[in-house]
């Protein structure tokens, strides 16, 4: 038998029991929404209390089609913030949750996973060269990210030096992880799909997330190291000196970096934006681990001027690519199965270029405006003998951005932004340099022995040994596209006649019995023959080295064969003149004594004038 | 024995709690039921915790009262196939609850249910056919465990229970009481759900009343999850059949199962902190 007392005690315990339940019924029943409960046909309580347009991202993730949890998860269900905030994802897309937002079941789940494996999430080439440079691996290759970079506790000189110069410019970069550099929303999928947060505009509690992505979404990191989308733009970065000097004439970039201006790319010009001719798989990848951004970037000139590579084009009945085809079907699109299609260098089809009467037209995929596309020329300029290894970016990049000189050192006393570390943590690097310029690139060879534009990639002198690191100086050249396409190639002379094109630096190119010589106007420390900014001498036993494995300068060999002509350029300076159809039988003809030439008599080559200046294009010629 | 009679109305208090929540559960949308229950259901919430509470009650009351008949050497009152069915309660209990606890449909019990899968298939022969009965098939809604929850494992713990007290139907004082408790825990003390999607990287716990076995299976081989409370039920159940030393052995055995238990148990809640 219960004694009276213990159902006593259960009954007052009762009792307190239903007084903290009814306590809480109360608070239940004030909390409860009256609002609708349901977005896309299925139960979303997030709605109930998120019903101000501004908090509507519109478009395909509207609000009412989608609701809030399928991007920032949390919990549907719930009816009271805390139960309906627990797991949310503050940033959808970021790629530490993305298999569960954007890349979910039913929405972006190829793209996501590919996304994780691009360039852009891994930065592995930017690990790679940088390590390399610090002198801490062989060679500028690697499948290091910067994932794994961030991840680690103890730090390499290099790797710190990532960790706060480079760092913010990856996808896996959080919003909250990042200084002010990149001035974009999110990161992963959110850094180029949901509109910037432009300065001065008026603020918005929910962006619009969309599939268009707009140029100044790349301009966040694209703006920086090659700087390819502010020359894209015709906008070069200058130091705070170079824009005083310049006045009004400079600009300020959205970040606070001032700028000067320059002829924009002739793409540019006709209104094409970046995504007009990179594909989806130069972006988000293609699911290999590439180690360089050349190896990742699908889209070459030759895909929409021509000449087609062999293999470069199909019909559509051949694609397969389900990207490009849900890419067709969301613009309300389709191609006949028997049309033509030219392909990027992995395959992926180039949907926006259509075959035209003539030719190709190229449609910018946001206006939907098609824009003739005018075939490579089968002229005497693109079939120049000797010139079979030079890119179309060769001699169409007009200009390129130039730091010629970097001085980078640590400094142990100062505090830098940690992108690792999401705040300023001890040591500094402090980069400092005599100016930017921009001027026309200088040539490389790249592994593939084509030539192509080059700019200075690290000249620069290394003092790490604050940080327990190297001290040394590198003279590394870089081959890129600069993306200052101009529809007028660069002259003969802008090459054979520059020291600064070749490789040599600035100075003065002369010629003394048929001979050239190179005075550098500034010399290297370590060697008085090399110009401070020059990537190789004249007869140097191996040519300069470059950020790639088997990137280099032109060697002696080929620095003689591109000097051979400069001679007689000053004469002959149009790819339509006879001498340069056989060069080798001119100049049999020449030594015959059978022309007209008054070289041979005066004994020596006539230098050009720009042969005598400064070897390069000052930036008053470029603008 | 007064434990015994009050765990006895325990069990009824949750059977009925459990039959006015039914129609509030839907298989096919767990979570989002339970939710509704707890948030737009006026009472919702506390009939759940009556719920709650008097199911872990009568587990907790059935462990105790074990304790209480090997403490007092009572077993031996029992004919040896009662006293083998009253042992066999304990994992009835265990199964009911869990039941219950997979019923949520959360990320907590959606890990569970994985985990039971694996365990009930890890049984030789039959354990595949095993887990399609008792937690239906891969992908499929909760019906099949609900069915077992409120079906099964509640009618076998109540013959159990009644065989093993004689009598039906628990008496009315420790129904009362055991109302009383249920009442007082689940209106100081809400019953929380867990989250829908399992957080990157966070550990989710099961139900605490298998945290130690969820602790074993992180270094043991998943067969260890029926492996190790058989050879509990056996250790028990041998007891009724021996005497002297072979019977302090036997407890023995299970007293260090039981501090095994506790001590992985508590590791795994030092883990997940």
Known sequence: MFRAQALLLALLLALAGLLGALGRERQRAAALGRAPDRAGGKVERCVTCHVRPEEDPGGAHARAAVGCSSCHLGNPFAFDKARAHAGMEPEPGALRSVARTCGRSGCHVREAARVATSLMARASGIVSVNRWAFGEVPEPRGTATMVDLLAKEERTPAEDHLAKLCAGCHLHALRASRDDAIHGNGSGCSACHVARRLPGAVPRPHPSVDAHVTDDRCLGCHSRSGRIALTYEGLYEIEPAQAAALGTAATTLHDGRPAGHAEADVHRRAGLSCVDCHLHTDLMGDGTRHEHSESQVEIACEACHGPARDGGETTWAEVRDPITRDLLRQQGETRPPGERVRLGRHGTPVWNLRPSEGGWSTLRKRQGVALATRPTPADANHRLPGHERLTCSACHSAWAPTCSTCHTRYDAEGAQWDFAKAAETPGRWVEASEGYDARPPALAVRPDGRIAPAIPGMVMDLDAAAASGPRFSRRLYASLDPHSTGKKARDCASCHLSSWALGLGTGTLSFESGAASFSPASPATDDARLAVDGWTLLDAPSPGIGTRVGLRSLDAAELRRALAVSACLPCHAKATDLVWRDFAGSKARLARGGTRCGFRSAGSPRPSARAEGAGLVGLKDIR | ?273
């Open chain 2, 1 to 273: 024995m007064i434990l015994g009679r009050v765990t006895f109305g325990l069990l009824a208090v949750a059977l009925f709690s459990g039959l006015a929540l039914a129609p509030f559960w839907s298989a096919g949308r767990a979570l989002e039921s339970l939710e509704t229950l707890n948030g737009a259901t006026p009472w919702g919430f506390f009939l759940r915790g009556v719920h709650a509470f008097s199911a872990w009650g009568f587990l907790l009351g059935t462990l105790a009262h074990l304790g209480e008949v090997l403490w007092k050497r009572t077993e031996s009152r029992l004919r040896p196939a009662v006293w083998w069915r009253s042992v066999a309660l304990l994992p009835v209990a265990v199964l009911a609850l869990l039941g219950g606890f997979l019923m949520r449909g959360d990320a907590e019990a959606q890990a569970a249910l994985a985990v039971w899968r694996e365990v009930s298939s890890s049984v030789p022969i039959a354990g595949r056919a095993l887990a399609a009965l008792l937690l239906g098939l891969p992908g499929a809604d909760l019906a099949p465990v609900s069915l077992h929850h409120a079906g099964t494992f509640t009618l076998l713990a109540w013959l159990l229970t009644a065989e093993h007290g004689g009598t039906l139907l628990p008496d009315l004082r420790s129904t009362v009481l055991a109302a009383l408790a249920s009442f007082a825990a689940a209106g100081l003390f809400p019953v929380s759900l867990g989250p829908p999607v399992a957080p990157d990287g966070a550990l989710l716990l099961g139900p605490w009343y298998l945290l130690g076995l969820q602790g074993a299976l992180l270094d043991l081989p998943v067969a260890a999850g029926w492996l190790l409370p058989l050879a509990l039920l056996l250790a028990v159940g041998l007891v009724r059949h021996a005497d002297g030393r072979a019977r302090a052995a036997l407890l023995a055995l299970a007293a260090a199962w039981g501090a095994g238990y506790l001590a992985l148990t508590l590791r795994l809640l030092l883990a997940a902190r």
